[in-house]
């Protein structure tokens, strides 16, 4: 291309005849990182637990539908999550409560082998109080 100065302080472009067409590239590139913004805030990532559970071991095994139940986690140093959230214990009942009036009969505990024997059964206590008609101790094989 060549430039040329025609008074006033004016540049003019001129295409020179047989130079081939200039592909734009700017919104091939918009259309990219649109694209991949878009995937970045609709996909789904997988929460893992909070707290470590170690279960105990068990030799007699029945599946668990964890679908339908509430699972509660209880770590070793006394935390409590439901449903992969962690709950403070004192707020315990309510989750629990709210989770059977959404209309949840059943709840797992899902117990690391080292917790306190206190915490299982306040768990426990806590499912009857707000009316869970059906309680499962999770285990591994």
Known sequence: MSLRDRGGGHLRH???????????LT??????????????????FQQDSSIDVDLARAKNQQKANKQEAVV???????????DEILV?????????????????????????????HEDLVQAMDLAKACGFEKLGILHQN
Do not use: N, W
Request: with cysteine.
């Open 88 to 116: 403070e214990p004192g707020a315990l009942e309510g989750y629990l409560c709210s989770q059977a009036k959404a209309g949840k009969d059943t709840m797992h505990i899902r117990a690391d082998k080292d917790s306190k």
């Open 14 to 24: 001129r295409r020179r005849s047989g130079q081939g067409a200039a592909v734009e």
């Open 27 to 44: 919104p091939l590139i918009d259309i990219t990182f649109q694209l991949l913004i878009f995937f970045l805030l609709t996909a789904t």
């Open 72 to 82: 509660v986690s209880i770590s070793s140093d006394g935390r409590f999550e439901v």
